[in-house]
Structures are given as structure tokens and as C-alpha cells.
């Protein structure tokens, strides 16, 4: 059989057989009678033969097509149950999918898309690492991680990074502190309140050390931590107030915790997937980088 047989005029052949008529099968398939018409000379001129005997009212099979016909219908019927079971492989998908990520969209992101991953793929398990970005960039480098969720501050060629979100820090503070209410703060009103701050194993303070190095602290900070979740908490205890990405904050309806967009400067931060350059991602974490890209879309 012909290499560049084509799907599309072997259903058009299907339905003129099945109905007889060219009106009848072009309408079964929402097509016009001319497109109809041209699929089936298509088709005849792929296979250098003539299927039908066209009749002002009727068409019938000639005797090559009589032939041809139910071999047609094995090879679509073939087909159909293969792409079933292409779907139903995937359904039942098993496997592990291992996903390094820093800890504020592991926390606030990452349980949304897990669940929803789940209820498409029940028995295909996830593996959070929840680590610093520069852990995250290692797990990613190393395989350790099938991909990354994280922030960057410069391309590198050994890694592929795809830009989901850009965000702001943000002052987290108790909806008790004086500072509570206001819109913005410049960083200079912020330090001269008590403040808890990340440690320098963070990727965020070392983000937030080169944008604000012409800052000064009259002050040093109240306590230091390693991740932004527990920053948070020192926060909520009433120790101080924190610079955190915008990202990490729990919802406005929080009974303690509010934000004020820190300015002057404003510094930002660009999350987005990290992927080794040149890897191939296996089905399952291709479905997983997918929804994570379709549900930050979905973000208001």
C-alpha cells in the first residue's frame, strides 16, 4: 500500500461504501459533496485505480474496490484500537516524576497541581524536593530532578529556563504592627522596624543582597532562617516584619499575616521551569510540566 495513503480519504471511502451516495456520506462526515468528491479522486489516484462506478444517482464499488473495501475496514478498525490503546496507556500511567522546587511555590503552588495531576494519573507518584534555588539548579544539572521550579538571575547554557511569573518582595507583617495598612514602604522605612531576615544559603537573600547594596541596615536583624516558610512564622509570632517574594504570602484573608509592596527599589524576581538543556522528559513529567503551565495560566 501506498506510504502517503491518507487517513482522511480512507474514511471518505468508508462512509461513500457504507451510504451509497455521495450526499449521504458527505453529510455523515460534515463534509461538502465537492470536498467529498475530492478525497475520493485522491484517493484513486494514490492507489492508480478506480474504487466506484459513479451513476447520476447512485455510486457503486467497481470490482478492485469490492477488494479493497474490507481490507480498508481492517486497516481503520486497526487503527482506532491502537489510538484506544495509546489513551488507555496513559490513563493507567505508572511511574515517578521528580520535581525540585524552592520552598515558597512548593508550599503555596505545588499542592494545587499535584492534586490535579493526580486525578489524571492516580498511580504515577511525585517527588517533591523543596530546597534553595541553587539546590534546585544542582538537582535539575544532576538528574537528580526530572525538572526545576525556581527562580534566576542569568541564562545559563547548560539550562533551559521558561519564565512563568514575575514578582515582587513584598514586607510581611503582623495586621497589628504599625506598618500595617499602608500600600507600599520604601526598604529604608523598613529597616528601621525589627525585622527577621533568610540566611545566606537563600537564593532570595542573595538576590535581595545585590539589589540592595547601596541600602543601609541601622540595624541588624532580630533572627535568621533558612527558608521562607519558617521566616514567616517568626513573622506571625510577632518577632519582626520580613522582606519575602510575593509568591510565599498566604491569602488576603489571613487572620494575622498582611503585605505591603516593598519600593525604592522595586525588586522583582522571575520564576519559571528549569529543564537541562538537551533532555528529554519522559511522558508522565511532560504531563506534569504541562499542567503546571496551564495552571499558572489559569491564575487570575
Not at 10 to 25: C, D, M, N, P, T
Not at 156 to 167: A, D, G, K, R
Not at 170 to 176: G, H, M, P, S
Not at 178 to 183: D, H, I, Q, Y
Request: net charge neutral; aromatic share 6%.
Amino acid at each position: 500500500m501506498p506510504s502517503n495513503l491518507d487517513l482522511a480519504d480512507l474514511y471518505a471511502f468508508q462512509a461513500l461504501v457504507k451510504h451509497g451516495s455521495f450526499r449521504a456520506a458527505a453529510e455523515a462526515l460534515c463534509l461538502s459533496q465537492p470536498a467529498l468528491s475530492r478525497r475520493i479522486d485522491k484517493l484513486e489516484n494514490t492507489l492508480g485505480v478506480k474504487l466506484f462506478e459513479r451513476t447520476t444517482r447512485r455510486v457503486n464499488l467497481t470490482l478492485i474496490g469490492r477488494t479493497f473495501a474490507p481490507q480498508a475496514e481492517r486497516l481503520l478498525t486497526d487503527f482506532d484500537e491502537i489510538i484506544s490503546d495509546i489513551s488507555d496507556t496513559a490513563g493507567n500511567r505508572t511511574g515517578l516524576v521528580t520535581v525540585a522546587c524552592v520552598p515558597s511555590a512548593a508550599y503555596y503552588f505545588m499542592p494545587k497541581v499535584i492534586a490535579c495531576f493526580q486525578s489524571r494519573y492516580p498511580r504515577v507518584r511525585i517527588k517533591l524536593i523543596d530546597t534553595s534555588a541553587g539546590n534546585v539548579y544542582n538537582a535539575v544539572l544532576s538528574g537528580q530532578a526530572d525538572f526545576g521550579l525556581s527562580f534566576t538571575t542569568a541564562p545559563q547554557p547548560e539550562m533551559e529556563f521558561l519564565p512563568l511569573l514575575q514578582e515582587s518582595y513584598v514586607a510581611a507583617c503582623r495586621k497589628d504592627h504599625p506598618l500595617a495598612g499602608k500600600k507600599s514602604i520604601s526598604w529604608n522605612e523598613f529597616y528601621q522596624h525589627n525585622y527577621v531576615r533568610l540566611d545566606k544559603t537563600s537564593g532570595n537573600r542573595n538576590l535581595l543582597d545585590l539589589a540592595l547594596a547601596k541600602i543601609d541596615t541601622p540595624r541588624p536583624s532580630v533572627c535568621e532562617t533558612r527558608h521562607v516558610t519558617t521566616l514567616l512564622g517568626m513573622v506571625e509570632a510577632g518577632l519582626g516584619i520580613a522582606a519575602v517574594p510575593e509568591m510565599a504570602m498566604p491569602g488576603n484573608n489571613h487572620p494575622i499575616l498582611t503585605r505591603i509592596l516593598l519600593t525604592d527599589p522595586l525588586v522583582q524576581r522571575e520564576v519559571g521551569l528549569l529543564k537541562r538543556t538537551g533532555r528529554l522528559l519522559s511522558h508522565s513529567a511532560s504531563e506534569l510540566e504541562r499542567l503546571i503551565i496551564e495552571l499558572h495560566s489559569s491564575e487570575p
